[in-house]
């Protein structure tokens, strides 16, 4: 059975009544008065609001003392509201006209300086005179708002399974698309029309990096034509309702790969395995990165890995957890994350292998299975 209620764009109103609870508590925890959260991520995180972000402040404000929060929102803006879990909270919702001061409203509902954090998603715009009307500059909520949406509850891990489920329906298609003769151009529109028909409501990203532009990690398209030969880097991502990213990384030979190329390859491989068979809980996220880094380091090809082995991912495609050198965070259930490590030889060919894991009680739910090797096509 689905974890959304009756509208697929959010999730049941009690789980943003726990998330609200909890961000407020944890603010106290940190010594806060109170979280400001503009449109964004997180915002959509504890509201389940696809409000965006205008020149007209609109903000909710979560007391740390445990009062009722409020959403503060220009009048013109409330039916941006109306398929968020405001109503339903019981959210004191303070609406303003052109000529009204939203951030002295904003400045109302809290103590005089407050403490508080804001966040990292709002723009200087509002920023600078909230502080104003605040009477001390916030600091950013990404420390208190980290420690819940870095682990994901059984609605989101839900939601994350159908992505990842979505985006390898593509790559398994991958072959009506990527051939001998075509542009990265023409590839990327059929990948994108495949995103939507296999259940994304968008195509946050494709990469198709061909030959040589596949030896840049983030090349999106071009009009460069695939050739007999090319090693192919397809990157492909974007967000089921109600919002959680897929991201999934595969690459491709067009015909039977030199075998430098397939021996270079199968390193890759392995470093993969390695990274993901290390999660769990417990382990850091540099024990993580080290799995990969160190057995491409151990044949040689250290220099060519230029990119961290993996990002958080969820409402944003990439958020916390990082799983780079020098995070020494360790890994716990329900955590979410990309394991991508990637060879890059310029002016040559490139090769990322990547899957989304989830943590589990005794190590990880990879929920991308397409074969991990290199996918030959016709050549």
């Not at 049941?12 to 909890?22: E, K, L, W």
């Not at 940190?30 to 389940?48: E, K, M, S, W």
């Not at 809290?110 to 954090?117: G, I, N, Y």
Request: hydrophobic letters at 45%; glycine letters at 10%; proline letters at 6%.
């Amino acid at each position: 059975m689905s974890s959304l209620g009756a509208s697929t764009s959010r999730f049941p109103t009690t789980i943003y009544a726990d998330r609200i609870a909890r961000a407020g508590a944890l603010a106290r925890d940190a010594g806060l008065d109170g979280l400001l959260i503009t449109p964004g991520p997180d915002l959509r995180y504890l509201l389940g609001s696809r409000a965006e972000s205008f020149e007209r402040l609109t903000c909710l404000v979560i007391p740390a003392n445990g009062d009722t929060a409020s959403v503060v929102v220009p009048r013109l803006e409330l039916a941006a509201l109306t398929e968020s879990a405001t109503s339903e909270l019981g959210l004191t919702v303070r609406d303003w006209v052109d000529g009204v001061n939203p951030y002295a409203l904003v400045s109302g509902l809290l103590p005089s300086p407050a403490r508080t954090a804001v966040t990292d998603a709002m723009p200087a715009l509002h920023l600078i005179p909230l502080s104003e009307a605040l009477g001390a500059l916030p600091v950013l909520a990404t420390e208190v708002l980290r420690e819940l949406r870095m682990v994901k509850d059984d609605a989101e891990i839900d939601a994350l399974r159908r992505a990842g489920q979505a985006i390898d329906r593509v790559h398994a298609r991958m072959g009506e698309f990527l051939k001998v003769g075509r542009t990265e151009a023409e590839v990327a529109a059929d990948i994108t029309a495949a995103i939507l028909d296999e259940g994304h409501t968008e195509a946050a990203f494709v990469i198709v990096g061909s030959g040589p532009h596949g030896a840049d990690p983030h090349h999106e398209v071009s009009e460069r034509v695939v050739e007999s030969g090319d090693v192919v880097v397809i990157d492909i991502g974007g967000p089921v309702e109600p919002g959680y990213n897929s991201d999934s990384t595969r690459t491709y030979s067009m015909g039977e790969p030199d075998p430098g190329v397939a021996k270079k390859f199968a390193v890759l491989e392995k470093a993969q395995a390695a990274a993901v068979a290390l999660v769990r809980p417990g382990v850091t996220a540099e024990a993580v990165d080290a799995a990969a880094r160190d057995l491409l380091a151990a044949q040689g090809l250290a220099e060519v890995f230029v990119h961290r082995t993996g990002h958080g991912i969820g409402l944003s495609v990439h958020e916390e957890p990082y799983i780079v050198s020098g995070n020494a965070i360790e890994l716990t259930e329900g955590m979410a994350f990309s394991v991508e490590p990637g060879i890059y030889f310029r002016g040559e060919w490139g090769a990322r292998i990547e899957d989304i894991v989830i943590v589990t009680a005794d190590g990880c739910e990879p929920v991308n299975t397409r074969p991990h090797g290199l996918t030959v096509l016709p050549g």
